[in-house]
């Protein structure tokens, strides 16, 4: 018998950047798309998300995209109807006429707090942990994504992998989506997708680019860094269509994608730095070699995060690529420039030695329980 789709509301405050939006909005269409679930994502700004769903009008009430209802909120005046799952992403919290709302629910939904990613140890012991909430009792419970069988995983949608695999097999695509960013790349260039935060690190790494004997086409994405490129190219910032080029570094400005099309991206660039969650996620199911620039913490507690995903990620690589790709991260999240343009080098040379590596990486990570559908399987086994 077909069953009534579950309806989902997906609660987003954005914190800065895109990542909130991001995940947020990834695991809505997965639901919707995959699932067949009923999913509204409520956001209290919709400004980024627009920027990466092109289908979000962030001055309408709400949009339908993919399948996914998007309205802003939550406001504490916004009236709620709850469903049969609210999701509060990261923890932001809800308001508490909505929490009011949901003790009254004759079914409260399943409440689920969708913790940030990490690779730390905690969060195998943290996940499905139950933690009523303290005014009214309400069950709540915390998923923490991760890199391990005992996390919620990582989303994933059906079908990624072989999108990829076709995708590199039709050397047509690749051509097509640098193209369509305005990239002009030549046969023999490196091309790195520069997605970091605002880092003292940069300049040196883009002097030893420009230095170097291989060409390399350096691909930012509007807004990306912009102090720091601006200070290193003498106020003659690239634009989309018009890159700037000292030595054998092509830096060039792009326009962000729509997240639909981001892999895509990723999968036509020969290295990336990627940053925070979801586009570090991405690069590891694209199997391309990267550098993962954690979010910045004020108390540094990014270190500790970063070293924990290189102990995970770098286990059982080969020794010398491992130590080159541990070193480039860390030379990155440390802010060290003269240590990231020095390791530059042996990451570049490391990165055929991990290939392997890499896809048993994404191929282990893959066969455990993908982060959507463990959120469905535990929602439904409690309504
Ligand atoms: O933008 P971010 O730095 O977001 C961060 C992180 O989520 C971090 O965990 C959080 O604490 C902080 O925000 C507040 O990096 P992230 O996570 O990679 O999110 C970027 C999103 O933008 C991701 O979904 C990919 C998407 N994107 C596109 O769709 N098109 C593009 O062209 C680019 C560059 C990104």
Redesign the pocket.
Known sequence: MARDPTRWDIVCRV?????????AF?LARMLAIEHGERVTLWIDDPVPLAR?APGVDPLAAASTVDGVTVRRGPAAGTPFEPGDVVIDA?GAGLPDGWVDAMARAARPPVWIVLE??TAEPWADGAHRRASPEPRTGLARWYWCPGFTAATGGLLREAGLFARRDAFRRDPAARKATLASVGAEVSPDARVALL?C?PTPALPPLLDAWADGDDPVVALV?QG?AVDAIDRWAGGRVPHPGEPYVRGSLALAS??????AG?DE?LWSCDLAI???????V?AQWATIPFAWHA?PQADGAHHAKVAAFLDRHLAGAPTGPAAAVRRFTEALNQGDGPGLAAAWPPFDRARAGLADHRRAWAETLASRPELAAGLVEFARGRL
């Open positions: 914190v800065d950047n895109y990542g909130d939006a991001g995940v990834r990466i990261f940030y990613l997605f935060y994405p990306v792009i326009p962000f994608v729509a997240q981001f991206l990627v940053r925070g969650e979801d586009s570090f991405r979010y």
